[in-house]
């Protein structure tokens, strides 16, 4: 596909009417937030300290009961994301929750151009077979279908017309963070945090292929706390076009000059058995009009052809095709070649 082509349609899909874009509505019964720590399992958290929640929070947030508060349509992008202040009820969770979330409508056949939600629900899948939780560059993101809310964000549906919920993705909005723009290669030579904030990030969006990485989509931690790069929009990842707007550096590639070793390390142990729980990241059934979910990765794979969504006597499956897993697979061997030939050395 020619450049030209490919900024043609990305400018189009921008154009394209976006499942929710509604006006901004508000709760009659504003609520307090919840403090940080909590949502990130700790005793205490400074206001001004990064905060990222782990699978715990994630657990309650695919699972839980959520109610949206107040939102409204974010001011950037074209796949129609919201801020939403939602609160979520778990019975594990300490308390009720209050916090600003992510959601993005899926597309109307649960893949758009720019909006895949099984690559998103991969990508954050992916980082936990290497990274710890303090090096995870994506938040807690889960596939969710919402009651439809006449008048609200979630008014308009996605996905399958005969159920009466209304399909996206949900993730943690996270805060604290700063887009700088672009990478301050000096600084890489000369600042350590700064060259594993950012050789971390560079290796993890060279491995989901990021197609879409310009530089309102890759941000940096501020505030206290260690620094840490952030990918906040994976849903043109793995394959598909390239979005050449706004973006000056090839993040899906090797760029950096060196990689952390215990990142690289831990790569070494992701086997293919792990890399095939990519290809069935969700499950869901049809139950009357309702979608009731079936378990998560680690599920039977289908026989045959490749396929990301597929729909058999109301069973509905997502995630990546195999050759997107052989691509991942020859990305890592790519990668540990280069390091143990001592082309690409470790810190």
């Not at 991969?122 to 809310?149: F, G, N, S």
């Not at 050789?199 to 620094?227: F, S, V």
Request: charged share 25%; hydrophobic share 35%.
């Amino acid at each position: 596909m020619s450049r030209l082509l490919t900024v043609l349609l990305v400018f189009l899909s921008g154009c394209l009417e976006v499942p929710g874009s509604v006006e901004d509505f508000s709760s009659s019964t504003p609520k307090e937030l919840t403090d940080e720590a909590i949502l990130c399992g700790l005793d205490s958290l400074d206001e001004d300290t990064f905060c990222m929640p782990g699978e715990t929070f994630e657990r309650w947030l695919r699972e839980g009961e959520l109610s949206i508060l107040d939102g409204k349509v974010t001011s950037s992008g074209a796949s129609g994301a919201m801020k939403v202040l939602v609160e979520l009820k778990h019975p594990d969770a300490p308390e009720d929750l209050v916090f600003h979330m992510k959601w993005k409508p899926a597309a109307g056949a649960w893949n758009g151009l720019n909006n895949s939600p099984r690559k998103e629900i991969a990508a954050y899948q992916l980082q936990k077979m290497y990274l710890d939780q303090q090096d995870w560059p994506v938040p807690p993101t889960v596939m969710r279908c919402l009651p439809i809310q006449p008048g609200h964000t979630v008014e308009k549906r996605a996905g399958e017309k005969d159920i009466d919920c209304a399909w996206g993705l949900a993730s943690y909005w996270l805060s604290h963070i700063d887009t700088p723009g672009m990478v301050d290669w000096e600084r890489v030579d000369n600042d350590e945090e700064y060259k594993r904030a950012i050789t971390t990030l560079n290796l993890y969006m060279y491995l989901i292929g990021h197609r879409d990485a310009h530089y309102y989509n890759w941000l940096l931690t501020t505030g206290n706390g260690p620094l840490r790069g952030i990918s906040i929009d994976n849903g043109i990842s793995f394959s598909g076009f390239n979005n050449f707007t706004k973006k000056k550096e090839d993040w899906k590639g090797l760029m950096s000059p060196a990689y952390p070793k215990n990142v690289v390390d831990r790569l070494r142990e992701v086997s293919d058995a792990d890399l095939a729980e990519l290809h069935v990241v969700g499950r869901w059934n049809v139950v009357g009009r309702d979608f009731q979910r079936d378990g998560d990765g680690g599920l039977e794979l289908p026989a045959r052809k490749p396929w990301f969504y597929r729909r058999k006597q109301g069973l509905y499956m997502h995630g990546l095709r195999q050759g997107e897993l052989r691509t991942i697979r020859r990305k890592i061997r790519k990668l540990l070649r280069k390091v143990d030939s001592g082309k690409i050395p470790t810190f």
